[in-house]
């Protein structure tokens, strides 16, 4: 299974008119978080029935995959790295986490972040430091901080909350909508899966700054007489 039937595979799954309507939904115009990226028009599962057919894929036909234009061909790269991460000894599941990390610029959209965040990197540090998690959160990228949001899923399904939080301090104020819906949806994630005592009382700390996008997704679990509590300034 080589790197080239994969991808005339691909093309021969392309719809143009579904590619147009995704070019739209993931902001690839000019000055939109996606400027630029190429789609096929070809659906996640049919992806995945892709990927899993290409599994065995080498790690450096993942990279030419990674750098491409096409997002298609990224979030494939991604799902086999996944597949291959499950089923990799520890020190391959290193040199995935490693190519993960060198390619955080070709992990440019959200999709691609939170479908393999937490599977590869959240995943891979469930029993190792942490840092790298905090540099990538003070980093200038949005897919980079987003990375690093979305990593911490894996801890808050292992019960921690302790890195979920931290980095929800440092990027509380963040002016971009993505990072805002992130944090936002990983303290409801911490409030429902944990504890929602330690979502409340980052809450009851921020609340009154926070921005309202971030604070509509912490809430949404919340009774009609907590949500207007919390949206009160």
Not at 30 to 39: C, H, N, P, T
Not at 81 to 105: G, S, V
Not at 138 to 149: A, G, H, L, N, T
Request: aromatic share 10%; no cysteine.
């Amino acid at each position: 299974m080589s790197l080239n039937n994969l991808k005339k595979e691909l093309e021969q799954l392309a719809n143009p008119k579904q590619a147009t309507l995704l070019q739209r939904f993931f902001k690839t115009g000019k000055g939109e978080y996606g400027e630029g990226d190429v789609f096929l028009g070809i659906k996640v599962p049919v992806q995945r029935s892709v990927a899993k057919k290409y599994k065995d894929l080498s790690l450096k036909d993942v990279q030419e995959l990674l750098k491409s234009k096409i997002h298609e061909h990224r979030l494939i790269a991604l799902l086999i790295m996944m597949q291959k991460f499950d089923r990799a000894e520890d020190d391959e599941k290193k040199q995935i986490f490693e190519l993960y990390l060198k390619n955080t610029n070709n992990i440019n959209n959200w999709d691609l972040i939170d479908l393999s965040a937490p599977n590869i990197v959240g995943n891979y540090l469930l029993d190792k430091d942490r840092g790298i998690l905090y540099k990538l959160a003070k980093s200038k990228s949005i897919w980079e901080k987003r990375i690093s949001v979305l990593a911490t899923f894996k801890f808050i399904a292992n019960g921690e909350v302790k890195d979920t939080l931290a980095i929800a301090e440092i990027l509380v104020n963040d002016k971009h909508d993505l990072i805002q819906k992130a944090i936002g949806w990983m303290l409801r994630e911490l409030g429902k899966r944990v504890s929602q005592a330690d979502e409340e009382k980052f809450l009851k700390k921020h609340y009154k700054t926070m921005p309202r996008t971030m604070l509509r997704y912490a809430i949404e679990r919340f009774d009609n007489k907590k949500k207007e509590f919390y949206m009160k300034k």
